[in-house]
């Protein structure tokens, strides 16, 4: 039997003939053919994630919230656990969404974009999100132009639901701060929780830092998100420890020139 019995059309071989066609590095798909196919699949996946999984995530929500009359004690507790996944999928679906946005737009300048205002929003967008946790606001926040533009809300929003989904404490505690340091030209936003916090040798791995990048241990997409877009803007982001426990992720920010 020949070795190439069975080969089918399209696999290295001719459609008429069914020899072995060799192809030449001028047959090769065009770099930039590539790419745009690359795109237009990374679209699709998208538009996948945002209509037809989101869609059937917040139904599974909406009939959730139904079963709340409909259930005893035990099952009270199976119900918390299918509300509170179901949520957490959704978050993460925008959180794709945003990633997709960012690894397809072009090459465009950052803009001045109101912390206060971004932040103001995002702080109660998560709160109403997540009604069992308690947010606190220190002070109030500066009424600065960072550098920045549309999605600089995910930053936000990406921190502030990491700080109540990955905490294990009963009620979640996050306390929120902003300030600008204007000698250094830059806006600095710090995100505290009462969670277990995150080892330092672990800190850059959450990020997507490591040498596996989004494969290494404990990364997320949130954080390889928040990261990515922080660095677009000029900014730097990055954890310390907070007392008595958990962490603190800290944004810095350029401020816009006048």
Partial sequence: MSDHAGTEPGDGADAETGEDVIFSPGDEVDPEERLKRQRDDLRLLNQVMRHDIRNDLQLVGAYAELLDDHVDEEGEAYLDVIKRNTQSAVSLTTTVRDLAEVMLRDDTEPSRVSLARVLSQQVEEVRSAYSEAVFTVEGSFP???VVGDEMLSSVFRNLLRNAVQ??????????????VEAADGAAEVRIADNGPGI??????????????GLDSPGAGIGLYLVRSLVEIYGGDVWIEDNEPKGAVFVVQLPLCEE
Avoid at 166 to 179: G, I, L, M, R, Y
């Fill in 143 to 145: 009424e600065a132009a």
């Fill in 166 to 179: 990955h905490n294990d404490e009963t009620p979640p505690k996050v306390t929120v701060s902003a300030s």
């Fill in 199 to 212: 080892p330092e040798d672990q800190r850059d791995e959450v990020f997507g830092k490591g040498e596996k």
